[in-house]
């Protein structure tokens, strides 16, 4: 019985799969007339095309998947996964060349707009530009008529990790390096894969870095393991007397290479870095970038621009082609000796995925007898981005890891200032026991590394931490029990605005932390400073500002402690609340007896042990 009805069934079965055979056939034979006459020159053999997305094999070899945006709204069927597997290269002569910015025509704006976040930069631009594009050469005329001598360098293995970058910023960032570089001073490239999802990062990634001049290839991490553990990957296969690692997103300019090699050549215990030039990550356009900052990091040791130190500015005005010292470096791009980079302690690799190596290793490397320094007539461009646009697996998301990373850092290379840190962000606290820092410990014995109280005397003396030489507390007016407080930054700049009072926190507030040195200067987080923008001498009564650190005379003061007066130097005015003339800030004005005019400079204990005045060692909360 069973049987009888199965038969019958599997007939109508089978007529159906004919048909349908039938059907596939018809569609290939459709897909194939369609194949012959595609107009798009790049597209040599096309493997699956409907209306939503075309998959095809272009001139290169390479497997391009490419989806179909135009109209509005964009096709609901469009996968996810169809959308990130999408490499959509495909250079238009002239977008971009020189640097110039890339012009996106109206009817791909939907589209740019949507794929922005899978990169956290412009894709569609990017897609629009040829991996070759000509760039300006961005160094000054000193630069350009140095002469290196190639003979004393040695060649560089470039290393570059990346997960999920672009195709077109990764392929970018190989060809300028190989363009824009004498053959002989490059050893090979090694890119590390860390645990990319794209399919077009892997075997045509492979088959088009084989064909390249420079011997180039593709090591692979299985599991996501972050930005540090895969450089020390690379690093364990470079074969150069220097490495160089770059992010996955840079452009190389003319003579880059050279000058970065030539120092270390001539000082092996040198990290050099590139001035960092900006690749705007909407248009793509390049914009050359001043020399004149060094970096430094913040209360929360996020790393940050300042304006040169007081020495530098003056090396640079005898010789503005030399490199100088930075007292930390952004850690995307630089040269180090291989041997000086495992002699000095390489990497922590219990850091995670993103994010505070950069400073680990800066005052690893100055304070265990190296320097870090970046090279003036050497430019790389690197697109900046606003978001971050990975996932971050384990420790709690981006914070959490940062914070794990941070936490190491503070405590293994800052001592008691590591207190601070700690006091400043309560969330790295929180993760400080739960990491073993032992062997990062044995790094700093082996090497009879100098401490931190070292590195911010001789590296970074215009630095605004807490030290012994200097006040560290509130600043707390007697007559309305109101303490000064710093403005809000907006984004990632410094803070700026009228220096204003409001009531004093009860307990570590740290926009009320302030810092005042043995110069004069009252400073805070972020390299802000006390400041009377008109200098305070030719009116009556001036405003007072907080605002970038200068170590121009305009920010010293003086605190009487006989009569509680903070007295501007510049101008022997005092430092007064707000007045009919002036509402919206404090002020300085001539100095009187009055209750508006008296400040306390009161301490805050900024880690657990202090010796007092009286030469006590006291324990803090
Ligand atoms: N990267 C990586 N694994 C990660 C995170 C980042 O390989 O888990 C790579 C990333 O592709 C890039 C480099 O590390 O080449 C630096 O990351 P990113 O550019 O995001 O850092 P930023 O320049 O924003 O500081
Ligand atoms: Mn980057």
């Excluded at 595609?38 to 989806?67: A, F, L, S, T, W």
């Excluded at 704006?109 to 629009?128: G, H, P, Q, T, W």
């Excluded at 621009?305 to 850690?331: S, V, Y």
């Excluded at 400079?601 to 005045?613: A, F, G, K, Q, S």
Aim: neutral net charge.
């Amino acid at each position: 019985m069973r049987l009888c009805g199965c038969r019958l069934r599997r007939s109508t079965a089978l007529l159906l799969a004919v048909l349908g055979v039938a059907a596939v056939l018809y569609v290939r034979y459709m897909q194939q007339e369609a194949e012959l006459t595609d107009p798009d020159p790049d597209v040599v053999r096309i493997i699956r095309q409907n209306k939503n997305q075309k998959e095809y094999i272009n001139r290169k070899g390479i497997h391009v998947v490419v989806g179909h945006y135009k109209g509005d709204p964009p096709p609901e069927n469009l996968t996810q996964a169809a959308i990130l597997n999408t490499n959509d290269y495909r250079p238009v002569p002239g977008e971009g060349e020189k640097g110039m910015p890339v012009v996106v025509p109206a009817h791909l704006l939907d589209k740019m707009r949507k794929l922005y976040r899978i990169n956290e930069f412009n894709l569609v631009a990017s897609d629009r530009i040829s991996v070759n594009r000509s760039l300006p050469d961005v160094r000054r005329a000193g630069c350009q008529d140095k002469k290196y001598d190639q003979s004393k360098m040695s060649a560089a293995s470039i290393i570059i990790v990346f997960h999920n970058e672009a195709w077109s910023t990764l392929l970018r960032t190989i060809h300028s390096a190989i363009n824009r570089s004498p053959r002989e001073l490059l050893k090979e490239i090694i890119l590390v894969d860390d645990a990319s999802e794209r399919s077009f990062l892997g075997r045509p990634l492979d088959e088009y870095v084989a064909q390249l001049s420079v011997p180039t290839r593709v090591v692979r991490i299985e599991e996501r393991t972050g930005l540090i553990r895969s450089r020390l990957m690379g690093a364990q296969e470079a074969t150069g007397d220097v490495i160089i690692f770059l992010d996955a997103h840079c452009e190389c300019t003319e003579g880059w290479l050279e000058p970065l090699l030539a120092r270390i050549a001539e000082s092996p215990t040198s990290v050099v870095c590139p001035v960092i030039d900006i690749i705007n990550d909407d248009s793509f356009a390049y914009t050359r970038s001043f020399e004149l900052h060094w970096g430094g990091f913040n209360w929360q040791l996020h790393f940050r621009w300042f304006t040169l130190g007081e020495r530098e500015i003056q090396a640079r005005r005898k010789d503005n082609t030399a490199p100088f010292r930075t007292p930390a470096m952004a850690g995307g791009l630089f040269a180090i000796n291989r041997d000086f980079f495992y002699q000095s302690g390489s990497y922590d690799r219990d850091m995670d995925i993103w994010g505070g190596e950069n400073i680990e290793m800066s005052l690893r490397v100055w304070m265990c007898g190296g320097s870090v320094e970046i090279h003036p007539c050497s430019h790389v461009g690197h697109i900046f981005r606003k978001n971050s646009p990975y996932t971050f697996p384990r420790k709690g998301g981006v914070g959490g890891v940062l914070h794990h990373n941070l936490a190491r850092v503070a405590t293994v290379w800052m001592e008691k200032w590591a207190d601070f840190f700690f006091k400043v962000n309560p969330e790295a606290a929180k993760m400080k026991d739960t990491t073993q820092v032992s062997h990062r410990m044995m790094v700093k014995k082996r090497m009879n590394c100098n401490n931190f109280k070292w590195f911010l005397d001789n590296i970074w003396p215009e630095h605004f931490f807490p030290d012994d030489d200097r006040f560290f507390g509130k600043i707390r007016n007697d007559k309305l029990e109101h303490c000064v407080q710093r403005p809000y930054a907006t984004g990632t700049g410094q803070p700026s605005g009228p220096a204003t009072t409001t009531d004093c926190a009860s307990n570590w507030y740290t926009p009320q932390l302030f810092v005042m040195t043995v110069d004069g200067f009252i400073m805070t987080d972020e390299s802000v400073c006390l400041d009377v923008p008109d200098g305070g001498r030719e009116t009556a009564e001036s405003r007072v500002r907080i605002h970038g650190c200068s170590q121009l005379s305009r920010q010293k003061w003086f605190h009487d402690s006989s009569t509680s007066q903070l007295v501007h130097v510049d101008s022997q005015k005092c430092l007064d609340l707000p007045t009919a003339a002036n509402p919206e800030s404090l002020v300085v004005l001539a100095c009187s007896d009055g209750p508006s005019q008296k400040w306390t400079l009161e301490e805050v204990p900024w880690t657990r042990l202090t010796i007092t005045r009286l030469g006590e060692l006291k324990v803090n909360a």
